[in-house]
């Protein structure tokens, strides 16, 4: 048989099958209609779930999922209704609304209203930049303001004769001595006479005196306001200039590029990643990853990144989470490590903590054969990473040992030691034990110089009631697989607000939606207020971002945009302070160097002693 016979027989069974007035076509369209029907009725469940704040109810399953269609109707509603649009263009194409007409216009209906909220939804996102904007602006001038408060106490003191005294007193001495002088002027002045042409020249001359007087204050006046918006243009100029990341643009191409096609690895072609090395054992989660510009030097900045998920299995992963964040710092020549760990429930907390505190080890220990440099190391997490990375930077003087296991009395049996083993999985027995003997010197490493959390969980008690169900619970149920009142120094070990001292010097930068149905804004709050009660001049940035859900950051949106901008704009702010102050130690020990050979060569009549000028 040919082909073309074939294809002919083909085409008369189908004409036959899809015949205008077949059951078979009916049926076909009317099960399109359905699809069609439920994909509106999904539009409508996020339009409404992105323009809210909570989901439907308060069962914690509906929670823990109504941040799904929170992100596709406001992150990714723009493409939510792109897609809506070209599927019902589709199926008019196909003659879809010729058969069930009322139902499928129904559902265009529907959709269309659907598809305005949606994007009003979208465009929300716009009015955080100005609060971003102005978040850092007044982070970079505070720190601006102190460094240079500091270098003013310096450069207060001037000589004169050869002694020091300070700038004000010469100052004062200055103005009254010209004080005196006016005075002088105006007595000599005033003198009484008689002649009245004099007394009218007098007069003129004090009468343009005075107008020139007036001109002058007003044109100092005008001056200094000039001057005060020149100093104010200035500054925001700094504030903007900060870091070499150029301020997202709605003019750039690139910008709505991003947008549309919100994959971050797409637009980042110069970073390289190199996936699944290990930091532990043979164990597929102990796994980190390390991105990198392809021209990056060494001694470059550090970034640890931890991931979410709510530490188990199912959840987020280091290959899908904060992927803009970490594309956005690799591009900008940091280094950064984007660490696994084991979840549950086939492991049980600790064991996150522990092969998080493993990962940076390694990292502190390998990270100058990647180009980075220890001392400048900073932490960053969303959710579950972002507790995570909380507790690590507020405990990193703490080993896991210290913080979590206590230890054993010499007069203990093994079956005690076993039965008293409450963090260790006695089925399949996966969390590893460091065994350390009394006379090993414990390694120190450059302390993390800030941390920036997304949407963190600070709290496992739930102590100020933030929670909208019971979190404990499902904390102690899949987490942990004990109950707080069995365990509640666990569970109290567990929170970062627990770890919050006077000591703490570590910069915040906390980040949370107020649209966060998963994790309440409150955790956030109640951190940033227990940081600031006590912690003296503590040093936490608060950044809210209006109706962002819980891990808005997923994919590239305006909200993540300027969340990553502004959380770029920290970190590099923090960096180079820090190379600030370790250029003024490096200047300080050269100078006490400096005087050591000098008092050497003086002790051994190399040089002859300075005179000072006698007074």
């Known amino acids: 048989m040919e082909t073309q016979e074939i294809i002919e027989i083909t085409t008369l069974i189908f004409n036959k099958l899809f015949h205008e007035n077949s059951l078979l076509v009916l049926t076909f369209y009317f099960l399109l209609s359905i699809i069609y029907l439920f994909l509106v009725f999904i539009v409508v469940i996020t339009a409404y779930v992105g323009a809210n704040i909570g989901p439907f109810g308060t069962h914690p399953l509906v929670i823990r999922l109504a941040f799904i269609p929170g992100i596709i109707g406001s992150e990714l509603s723009l493409h939510f209704v792109m897609f809506m649009s070209t599927l019902s263009g589709f199926l008019w194409k196909i003659n879809l609304f010729n058969y069930f007409y009322y139902l499928n216009v129904f559902s265009l209906y529907i959709m269309v209203i659907s598809s305005v909220f949606l994007l009003k939804n979208y465009l929300n996102g716009f009015t955080f930049a100005p609060v971003s904007k102005t978040v850092i602006d007044q982070f970079y001038l505070k720190t601006n303001a102190t460094k240079s408060r500091n270098d003013k106490k310096k450069s207060n003191k001037i000589l004169v004769r050869g002694k020091p005294t300070n700038n004000t007193a010469v100052l004062s001495s200055h103005k009254q001595s010209t004080r005196l002088d006016t005075t002088n002027n105006i007595v000599h002045s005033t003198r009484p006479t008689k002649n009245p042409i004099v007394k009218i020249a007098n007069l003129c001359k004090t009468l343009k005196k005075q107008c020139v007087l007036f001109y002058r204050g007003v044109g100092k006046r005008i001056q200094n306001s000039i001057e005060i918006v020149k100093k104010h243009l200035k500054d925001s100029e700094r504030a903007q200039t900060s870091s070499h990341l150029q301020e997202p643009s709605k003019l750039s191409i690139f910008y709505w590029f991003k947008l549309l096609i919100p994959i971050p690895s797409i637009h980042f072609p110069n970073v390289h990643r190199v996936v699944d090395i290990p930091y532990g054992n043979d164990d597929e989660y102990q796994r980190l990853d390390v991105f990198f510009h392809e021209s990056c030097s060494s001694g470059r900045p550090i970034l640890v990144y931890v991931h979410g998920g709510g530490w188990k299995q199912g959840g987020g992963k280091r290959s899908t989470c904060g992927l803009p964040l970490i594309y956005q710092m690799a591009s900008k020549h940091w280094i950064v490590f984007s660490i696994g760990y084991r979840l549950a429930p086939d492991n049980k907390f600790p064991t996150h903590i522990h092969d998080t505190k493993k990962a940076i080890q390694w990292i502190r220990d390998n990270a100058a054969h990647y180009g980075g440099d220890i001392d400048s190391m900073f932490i960053a997490g969303g959710s579950a990473g972002g507790h995570l990375a909380s507790l690590t930077c507020l405990t990193d003087h703490l080993s896991y040992d210290e913080l979590f296991n206590t230890p054993s009395k010499p007069n203990e049996s093994k079956d005690q030691d076993e039965k008293d083993d409450i963090y260790h999985d006695t089925e399949n027995d996966t969390t590893p034990t460091t065994q350390t003997t009394p006379l090993e010197k414990k390694k120190t490493y450059p302390p993390f110089r800030g941390c920036v959390s997304y949407y963190a969980v600070y709290d496992f008690t739930n102590r100020h009631g933030c929670w909208t169900f019971d ?95 502004a959380s770029y704009r920290y970190l590099n702010r923090l960096y180079k302070l820090h190379q600030h102050e370790k250029l003024k130690l490096k200047q300080l020990l050269m100078s006490h160097k400096n005087a050591a050979k000098t008092l050497e060569l003086l002790q051994e009549d190399i040089i002859s002693p300075i005179s000072t000028p006698s007074v």
Do not use: C
């Open 471 to 565: 979190f404990p619970f499902y904390l102690g149920d899949v987490i942990m697989r004990s109950k707080i009142e069995d365990e509640p120094e666990l569970f109290k070990n567990g929170s970062p607000l627990d770890h919050i001292k006077e000591n703490t010097k570590i910069p915040f930068l906390v980040i949370h939606g107020d649209y966060d149905e998963l994790v309440p804004i409150g955790e956030s709050l109640q951190f940033i207020d227990k940081y600031r009660e006590t912690v003296p001049n503590a040093k936490v940035t608060w950044l809210p971002v209006p109706g962002a859900h819980h891990a808005f950051d997923l994919l590239f949106s305006p909200r993540t945009i300027y969340a990553v901008y």
